[in-house]
């Protein structure tokens, strides 16, 4: 299925870099889908080849059908996916396994709204010493290696859902260069390395400043590129958070379905009580 994906891609103009990461004592590989006009369009990362390829096509599957859904779908089939609640890509998730790709889509929610709760509405998350980031592998150390400094928080939330109840860990990375500061972000329900993937996030961002041609007013690259000059405007809002009593987060939209014969899922969710990352002034540390 992979196989068939990218040579339709590669069809359409898309190509695919693939690359070890150096610097590492273990061996982690990094796969990026490129557009026909050289910019990333999605990415993946892990410890073998295919495992990086099968993210950064799920992330593709993802994007493309979000541009399809907000390009050329009529506007009551938007409304089948929520683009009247929330008109941006958050809280679709694509991939090849039903059960999983509805999970990913609750932790992509709820990662939002955790992340609007704190910067918006000034609600505490713990900020976590390094000595206290448990499973800090090779590839996250030289991640944090990248920058002057690494500031982890880490929030535990009951999520009810359905009939089920799911406690979602969400953790945030703060990586810090010079003026700038460049967020990572990574919701989970269980396994995985959590700060390893924020982590990533943190890398990537800081690459893109780096690496890639200004756009100018493009979300999210004006915001990235905002606060890579101006991290003491991020850390003021993060300074401003004082409620401890979290709200319960409650699912205001959800929808899944098979795409392609059941070749592949897309699912969305929105929870309630935040507004998207694109709205407000350029400051807003949300993106």
């Not at 400094?149 to 406690?167: S, W």
């Amino acid at each position: 299925m992979i196989d068939k994906i990218l040579a339709i891609l590669t069809g359409e103009g898309f190509s695919i870099e693939e690359t070890i990461m150096s610097g590492t004592q273990e061996e982690f590989w990094h796969s990026t889908i490129i557009d026909a006009t050289g910019v990333p369009f999605s990415g993946g990362f892990g410890k073998e080849k295919m495992a990086a390829r099968k993210i950064a096509v799920s992330e593709f599957l993802e994007r493309r059908k979000f541009f399809e859904i907000s390009d050329q779908y009529h506007e009551t089939k938007k409304d089948l996916w929520g683009l009247s609640i929330i008109p941006t890509a958050c809280g679709f998730a694509a991939g090849f396994n039903r059960d999983n790709t509805v999970l990913r889509s609750i932790h992509e929610a709820i990662e939002r709204w955790v992340m609007s709760k704190w910067i918006d509405d000034h609600f505490i998350i713990p900020e976590v010493p390094q000595s206290g980031s448990a499973d800090l592998d090779q590839v996250s150390l030289f991640l944090i290696g990248q920058f002057d400094k690494v500031m982890f928080f880490r929030k535990d939330i009951l999520v009810p859902f359905g009939d089920k109840v799911f406690r979602v860990d969400v953790a945030q990375t703060m990586g810090i260069s010079g003026e700038g500061i460049f967020p990572g972000s990574s919701a989970q329900y269980t396994g995985g390395n959590i700060w390893q993937h924020a982590l990533i996030e943190s890398y990537r961002h800081l690459l893109a400043v780096r690496n890639n041609p200004d756009r100018g007013e493009v979300f999210p690259e004006n915001k990235v590129r905002y606060f890579a000059k101006n991290a003491d405007k991020a850390l003021a809002q993060i300074s401003r958070a004082k409620q401890s009593e979290w709200p319960v987060p409650s699912a205001v939209f959800h929808r899944v379905e098979a795409f392609d014969g059941g070749d592949y899922f897309v699912a969305r969710t929105i929870f309630d009580g935040w507004l998207p990352w694109t709205l407000g002034p350029i400051d807003r540390f949300l993106y």
